[in-house]
């Protein structure tokens, strides 16, 4: 049951009061280490950012994203991961369900257009026969706590907390080759994916060109 504690590592859900320290750290845990945004050489932290904070924080408002606190250090987030339900009426917007053709034409943008065409060739709920599904939006561990086990943690918790919450399917969007690789290693599959080399735009361009081993992003799920 949530909150745990392990080794000195507290993993509770998320509340909007932790709003304000969760942004710091996505700015300097995630977005410096995510491989389109590291890549892209752009502050993507700074993009969109009302839109950001407003997605953010309506999913921490569905009481499904989770926080890690080192109580040795004060309480400090070590990690987190942002969730929320996915149902079929956003496939064709996202999440956010925002008109993506008035965005600025950036990093973050291009991210979430990726994104939305994952979602919607994926095609989830008519796939799996459900209704809604949870989707892991954001995982990430702190520098200096990873190759800890924290991330798988993080994930297990959440399928554990999904579960609780009756849904039947759990998803997360790797951009990473690393969280895969995790995700995959707590029984999730890989039912879709796009090589970054074959994702270009309308000229022609490869959009995303992040480092090795990070070659595509891929749709990872379990049924819960």
């Known amino acids: ?39 892209s050489g752009e502050p993507v932290h700074l993009q969109n950012e009302k839109i950001n904070d407003a997605w953010y924080q309506l999913m921490i408002e569905e009481g499904i994203s989770l926080l890690a606190l080192d109580e040795n250090d004060g309480g400090r987030i070590v990690g987190l991961v942002m969730a929320c339900a996915l149902y079929p009426e956003n496939a064709n917007t ?41 989707y892991s939006a954001v995982t990430s561990v702190a520098s200096w706590m990873r190759g800890k086990g924290l991330g798988s943690r993080l994930a297990a918790t959440l399928m554990d907390l999904g579960r609780s919450k009756g849904f039947p399917l759990m998803v997360a969007f ?35 060109a992040p480092p090795a081993p990070h070659t595509k992003v891929r749709v990872m799920a379990i049924k819960l």
């Open 94 to 134: 996202g999440a956010l369900r925002i008109d993506i053709t008035k965005l600025e034409d950036n990093a973050w943008t291009r991210i979430y257009q990726l994104l939305v065409k994952v979602e919607r060739e994926v095609n989830l709920h008519e796939r799996y026969d459900i209704s809604k599904a949870l």
């Open 174 to 208: 790797c951009t990473s080759f690393y969280s895969a690789r995790q995700k995959k290693a707590l029984g999730m599959e890989c039912i879709y994916s796009i090589d970054y080399a074959d994702y270009k735009d309308d000229e022609g361009r490869v959009v995303f």
């Open 1 to 39: 049951m949530i909150p745990t504690t392990m080794e000195g590592v507290t993993i509770r859900i998320m509340c909007l009061e932790d709003y304000e320290n969760v942004k710091a750290y996505l700015k300097e845990e995630y977005y410096t280490a995510e491989p389109l945004c590291q890549s």
